[in-house]
């Protein structure tokens, strides 16, 4: 989560016209990632493909189903609009990613990888997509020019 953390404050950093302590924010948040990463192989949480993408079909299933629509119905109740925006994109978009690591899955279990195609993701909602960014986000309605091309 830091690294998610500090990354949003390096581009806020950015908005108020410091691109140093942005830098430094980048920084700290790469710094983050490498010891997530060592926390990860200590404690055998990285495994073969396979179980990974099981785990991440778990995780993903568990937010969509099970964690999100709790928070998306308190956020209505207490009228928080931006609260409700935010878990209700993040709610669509995890059944998205559950979908495409079971697709994911089920090629690795018969011996092969996915094939190329350009993937896609949404920058407000985080929506993946393969092949082209939709002319509008299906899940947050922004335009085709917010999605990103993941290399």
Do not use: W
């Not at 990974?52 to 099970?66: P, R, S, V």
């Not at 994911?104 to 011996?111: I, L």
């Amino acid at each position: 989560q830091a690294n998610r953390k500090y990354l949003a404050f390096a581009k806020q950093a950015e908005v108020d016209g410091l691109p140093q302590v942005a830098k430094l924010f980048r920084a700290a948040a790469h710094a983050e990632t490498i010891h997530a990463h060592a926390h990860l192989r200590a404690m055998g949480g990285i495994k073969k493909t396979a179980e990974n993408l099981q785990e991440a079909i778990e995780g993903e299933g568990f937010e969509f189903q099970k964690m999100y629509p709790p928070f998306l119905a308190e956020a209505q109740k207490e009228g928080d609009r931006l609260a409700e925006i935010s878990f209700r994109n993040a709610l669509a978009v995890e059944e998205v990613h559950h979908d495409l690591y079971q697709k994911a899955f089920s090629a690795v279990q018969s011996g092969a990888d996915l094939s190329a195609r350009p993937v896609y993701v949404c920058e407000i909602c985080g929506n993946t997509v393969y092949d082209a960014a939709p002319e509008k986000c299906p899940v947050c309605q922004v335009p085709k020019e917010r999605f990103t091309l993941i290399d």
